[in-house]
């Protein structure tokens, strides 16, 4: 396993053992580099991953219980439970990550349930499951309000429960937006049958984080190597926010904020074509099961410039950073670490060495975290 400038793997001091889809960057990765402890700028990580016991648990007993539809997200989960230095991780919301996060300078981490999250388990079971992670990432924000932020959890299958848990995350508990890991079973939010879940989240003047998550139908990319980071996880995400744009759902929700991560999928790179190609599904009938033909009222590029944020989770590299800057706007692209699945000294350190102006290296290390996610302190 590869080791940094000071003889720890991946900065965590031996905390993290197992040898799974986690690498340090290769090929790209930058030169040793120290982390600047004077920059001016507070690193908001905005792509962090947690877990807690309860949903660990129901995850496997029902994986393991052989009721479960095939479902690659949950098999995921399986594979990830018998990791235990990674749940170690995954599941500290107090000093073992704070120790983490002051050893690479992270100021304060947003923090996301990790895929597959709620929407896996047994159907009745994931809206408790929810507000129990809820209650849980919003007692670590009381517990430690200068570190942590969080986004709320929900399950989609269960839409009036979810538009209630949203209300309550982000209104009683002051909670940041919401996370989705992506597909649940094949269906995806650009459905207008869970349009109420956006509805709901526009109206607490939140934003929707979608995280990857196994792709439906993986054996595709299973046989090939391509499960994970390398083809499934972007490819689902890419497919869901290409469904929400197409959807309309932008123009019936004009407020939304929408954040994807890992420098969006490679979304950004396309936004000309995707404006080029628009005709090929924009005001076409008998799309999604035969729904009536939906007219966007704007090309594809202004979504991307006025509803959808990025963040650089697993993407520390400054020519893809600027150019999503450039073609976005410097105030939608954000940074993440992605905890504790990628992470590394270097890359910090590369951040901090990146060629923009001073406005805009603080506008991607902090300030667009904390207008997109209404981080105050």
Not at 256 to 272: A, D, K, S
Request: aromatic share 10%.
């Amino acid at each position: 396993m590869p080791k940094l400038e000071d003889g720890s793997e991946f900065g965590l001091k031996g905390h993290f053992k197992e040898d799974f889809s986690v690498r340090t960057r290769v090929g790209l990765a930058p030169r040793a580099g120290h982390v600047d402890r004077d920059a001016p700028y507070k690193r908001i990580a905005t792509e962090e991953a947690w877990t807690f016991p309860a949903l660990v648990k129901a995850q496997v007993e029902y994986f393991e219980s052989g009721d479960a539809p095939g479902d690659d997200s949950l098999k995921m989960a399986g594979m990830f439970s018998r990791m235990p230095s990674l749940q170690e991780m995954l599941q500290n919301l107090g000093g073992l990550r704070i120790q983490h996060m002051d050893e690479f300078g992270i100021a304060r981490q947003l923090l996301l349930l990790t895929a597959p999250g709620v929407q896996v388990v047994r159907p009745g079971d994931g809206t408790p499951l929810a507000r129990e992670a809820n209650d849980i990432a919003a007692e670590a924000c009381r517990n430690h309000p200068d570190r942590f932020s969080a986004l709320a959890a929900f399950d989609p299958r269960d839409v009036a429960g979810s538009v209630k848990e949203i209300d309550r995350a982000m209104g009683t508990l002051g909670l940041n937006g919401a996370v989705l890991n992506s597909h649940w079973q094949g269906h995806y939010i650009d459905e207008q049958d869970y349009w109420p879940i956006l509805e709901a989240i526009e109206a607490n003047d939140g934003a929707l984080y979608i995280h990857p998550t196994a792709p439906f139908n993986a054996p595709h990319y299973e046989t090939r190597g391509f499960f994970g980071a390398l083809g499934g996880f972007p490819h689902d995400v890419w497919l869901h926010t290409m469904g929400i744009i197409f959807s309309g759902a932008f123009d019936r929700f004009p407020k939304l904020r929408l954040v994807i991560g890992h420098l969006g999928e490679c979304l950004p790179l396309h936004i000309y074509r995707f404006d080029w190609m628009q005709g090929n599904a924009d005001n076409r009938a008998g799309l999604r099961g035969g729904q009536p033909p939906v007219k966007l009222r704007h090309p594809v590029s202004y979504y991307f410039q006025n509803n959808i944020w990025v963040t650089t989770s697993g993407v520390g590299w400054e020519p893809a950073i600027r150019f999503c800057q450039e073609v976005m706007g410097p105030d939608r692209v954000l940074y993440a670490m992605d905890y504790p699945y990628q992470q590394s000294f270097d890359e910090v350190a590369a951040y901090d060495r990146m060629a923009m102006s001073p406005e805009h290296k603080k506008m991607l290390m902090e300030d667009n975290a904390r207008s997109v996610f209404r981080i105050r302190g």
